[in-house]
């Protein structure tokens, strides 16, 4: 009896409780052309490495100055997502285009018959 009642807790208590996020990793190359992806999809929580595979140092600056992570040739660095987060980064050490940051879901790929 108690062994039931503690799997109908357990039970009811998974299914009550809301979902738990886990916290992604995302990689972001940096070429002497751009960022690979360009569009990267994360949410709350993750962390995102720039590993820099350009020859120069990237300065790379978050939209409205939200944010700033500086990558040598050859480093990774890290940057945290946090809840209040603006998408749009662009280094300044060059004329790369735009990347984002996009706190949308991605989009689903298409099915293969």
């Not at 040598?72 to 280094?91: A, D, G, H, Q, W």
């Amino acid at each position: 009896m108690k062994l039931t009642s503690a799997i109908t807790a357990a039970l009811l208590l998974a299914v009550c409780l809301p979902s738990v996020s886990v916290a992604k990793e995302h990689e972001v190359i940096i070429t002497g052309f751009g960022f690979f992806p360009q569009t990267t999809y994360v949410q709350p929580g993750d962390t995102v490495k720039f590993l820099n595979n350009a020859e120069y140092s990237h300065r790379l600056i978050g939209e409205e100055d939200r944010w700033e992570v500086n990558v040598n040739p050859s480093e990774r660095k890290s940057l945290t997502i946090s809840s209040n987060f603006k998408s749009r980064y662009n280094s300044t050490s060059g004329s790369l285009e735009d990347g984002i940051l996009s706190l949308s879901p991605p989009p689903q790929e298409a099915e293969s018959d």
